[in-house]
T-cell receptor, first 116, second 111 residues
Framework: GAVVSQHPSWVICKSGTSVKIECRSL??????MFWYRQFPKQSLMLMATSNEGSKATYEQGVEKDKFLINHASLTLSTLTVTSAHPEDSSFYIC????????????FGPGTRLTVL | KQEVTQIPAALSVPEGENLVLNCSFTDSAIYNLQWFRQDPGKGLTSLLLIQSSQREQTSGRLNASLDKSSGRSTLYIAASQPGDSATYLC??????????FGKGTTLSVSS
């Protein structure tokens, strides 16, 4: 299957700082990538849909000014958590798939964010 | 709004047992259904993908079935091993493509 990478795999930051997480499709192009968040012992919740060359679409309840998404190329999407707070501590996972709705989604390994 | 439910939430079995994990979804208009495995603190490992036109998929000791009309899928694990211990997630894809996940079944296989 296709490979999706994320960087960093884990990050610890102080409250009030910003953190950037990268999601890359290594061997295929993805016009659409998805960002999920997973709290401990919870399932994955979709945060936003990242579209190459256009603005991201955010799920209800997700602050677009706090979680900045940039899909600058067909292989890279970034999620920036601005002015992070301890409640933003979570596991962030991205996914990418093909052009068609029924294509398999491939997931990155996730990024563990801890805000002190 | 699509909702995905997984039963049971947790399951403990002795090594060697065959077991079934259940997944149900409320809207049958899906494109595909995927089963994933997640180890603690790790990302997702895709196990099986079933397209909406398919009835089942098999990979090694794993077999997943899909009954789209009734909104159900099962993941069958044969001859369970301690290494199978993990959380198993079911997710469906609809128009709009983002996956909608269930809360998972946490499996513990004892030796």
């Amino acid at each position: 299957g296709a490979v999706v990478s994320q960087h960093p795999s884990w990050v610890i930051c102080k409250s009030g700082t910003s953190v950037k997480i990268e999601c890359r499709s290594l061997d295929f192009q993805a016009t659409t990538m998805f960002w999920y968040r997973q709290f401990p012992k919870q399932s994955l919740m979709l945060m936003a849909t990242s579209n190459e060359g256009s603005k991201a679409t955010y799920e209800q309840g997700v602050e677009k000014d706090k979680f900045l998404i940039n899909h600058a190329s067909l292989t890279l999407s970034t999620l920036t958590v601005t002015s992070a707070h301890p409640e933003d501590s979570s596991f962030y996972i991205c996914s990418a798939g093909g052009e068609r709705s029924f294509d398999e989604q491939f997931f990155g390994p996730g990024t563990r964010l801890t805000v002190l | 709004k699509q909702e995905v439910t997984q039963i049971p939430a947790a399951l403990s079995v002795p090594e060697g047992e065959n077991l079934v994990l259940n997944c149900s979804f409320t809207d049958s208009a899906i494109y595909n259904l995927q089963w994933f495995r997640q180890d603690p603190g790790k990302g997702l490992t895709s196990l099986l993908l079933i397209q909406s036109s398919q009835r089942e998929q098999t990979s090694g000791r794993l077999n997943a079935s899909l009954d789209k009309s009734s909104g159900r899928s099962t993941l069958y694990i044969a001859a369970s091993q301690p290494g199978d211990s993990a959380t198993y997630l079911c997710a469906v894809s609809q128009a709009g493509t983002a996956l909608i996940f269930g809360k998972g079944t946490t499996l513990s296989v004892s030796s």
